[in-house]
């Protein structure tokens, strides 16, 4: 039971530290999009937006790849977790000048990275 909390919150936290790690890489991309109090430019934005979902899917699959089985339910644990926190996270920042667009995209890649991680990761164990 520690194991399966650790793994799911863990690679959760993973995907937090990347995504706030990917900051300095799109500012240096975009200089001057992601300037504090400054909304990006829609092609900053889907830089972001791009970069988020490979990262949810390295997380989703590191996820899947060292949780004990049933590894679908540690995924979807992951899943819910990274879409409540998503919606608490969009709820403040809706009415802030950025596009909706965003927030919403961000909220629907993730169960669709989630679900491409775990059939790799599937797929993996599997062909062994």
């Given at each position: 039971m520690?194991?399966?909390?650790?793994?799911?919150?863990?690679t959760?936290?993973?995907?937090i530290?990347?995504?706030?790690?990917?900051?300095?890489?799109?500012?240096?991309?975009?200089?001057?999009?992601?300037?504090?109090?400054?909304?990006?430019?829609?092609?900053a934005?889907l830089?972001?937006t791009?970069?988020?979902?490979?990262?949810?899917?390295?997380?989703?699959?590191l996820?899947a790849?060292?949780s004990p089985?049933?590894k679908?339910?540690?995924?979807?644990?992951?899943?819910?977790?990274?879409e409540?926190?998503?919606?608490?996270?969009?709820?403040?920042n809706w009415?802030?000048?950025?596009?909706?667009?965003?927030?919403?995209?961000?909220?629907?890649s993730?169960?669709?990275?989630?679900?491409l991680?775990?059939?790799?990761?599937?797929?993996?164990?599997?062909?062994?």
């Open positions: 520690l194991k399966s909390i650790a793994v799911v919150v863990g959760y936290v993973l995907s530290v990347l995504v706030l790690c990917s900051d300095p890489l799109l500012s240096a991309v975009f200089p001057g999009d992601f300037a504090r109090g400054r909304v990006p430019s829609d092609t934005l830089a972001s791009a970069l988020f979902v490979v990262i949810s899917i390295l997380c989703a699959w996820c790849r060292f089985p049933p679908a339910k540690h995924v979807v644990a992951f899943l819910i977790l990274g409540l926190l998503g919606i608490v996270s969009t709820i403040p009415s802030t000048g950025w596009p909706h667009w965003y927030w919403l995209a961000w909220l629907v993730w169960p669709f990275s989630c679900l991680a775990y059939r790799l990761a599937m797929r993996n164990v599997t062909a062994s």
